[in-house]
């Protein structure tokens, strides 16, 4: 119902429900309520900004939300890794959340299990790619990168994954050295979308070194 007042009295329900009997299930519907809650308070945040962008106590409030917001959804995630060890769907959410908190060798770790499930592979091996790019594992990330475009059956389409896709994985060819490679994907990337980051800018840099 998107009504925080009716969300809160669920709450109160699964948990009282919980702790009678123990079925984790009924805690896991808690923190999928709350994490739309915060979901939902961040983009009404945000749309509050745009009416008002020179506001910097919103944008303070917005910058704690997003903070809290991702302390909770680890905390959440790694719980039900615990709960559910061999659900792979789950260990990438916590894979995802360990890679947005910077803690990337724990990251790795999640996301080479969850790059076990078909619906999740690309994915996983997407931000694996851009945790070994982190850590400064760039040969394992050129190759981690390229295995995620092979795998992902729009690579060819310029969708917004696909074009998220192909710009790592030019990056990750630049810090290789792969000169050539990486001009040819920026290519590819700004006659898709020519605004798309700083695909231009470096696509301009390197053929300019060329």
Do not use: C
Request: no cysteine; proline share 3%; hydrophobic share 35%.
């Amino acid at each position: 119902m998107d009504d925080e007042p009716h969300e809160n009295i669920a709450i109160e329900m699964l948990d009282q429900a919980f702790k009678q009997t123990h079925i984790y299930r009924f805690k896991m519907t808690i923190g999928d309520i709350r994490i739309k809650q915060f979901r939902r308070n961040i983009n009404r945040l945000r749309d509050a900004i745009k009416a008002d962008p020179a506001n910097k106590d919103l944008v303070h409030q917005l910058d704690h939300l997003r903070k809290d917001r991702l302390n909770y959804e680890l905390g959440e995630f790694e719980e039900r890794t615990e709960h559910m060890p061999t659900d792979m769907a789950v260990r990438f959410e916590y894979g995802l959340r360990l890679y947005e908190v910077g803690r990337y060798d724990d990251a790795i770790v999640s996301l080479q299990q969850a790059q076990n499930n078909p619906k999740a592979r690309v994915d996983a091996l997407h931000l694996l790619g851009r945790s070994f790019m982190a850590q400064k594992m760039i040969p394992e990330a050129v190759d981690t990168l390229k295995k995620s475009l092979d795998e992902y059956d729009l690579a060819p389409s310029g969708d917004k994954k696909s074009k998220e896709i192909h710009y790592w994985y030019a990056r990750a060819l630049e810090e290789n050295k792969n000169f050539a490679e990486a001009i040819d994907i920026y290519s590819k990337i700004i006659r898709w979308e020519i605004g798309y980051r700083d695909a231009r800018a470096r696509l301009n840099a390197l053929r300019g070194q060329a």
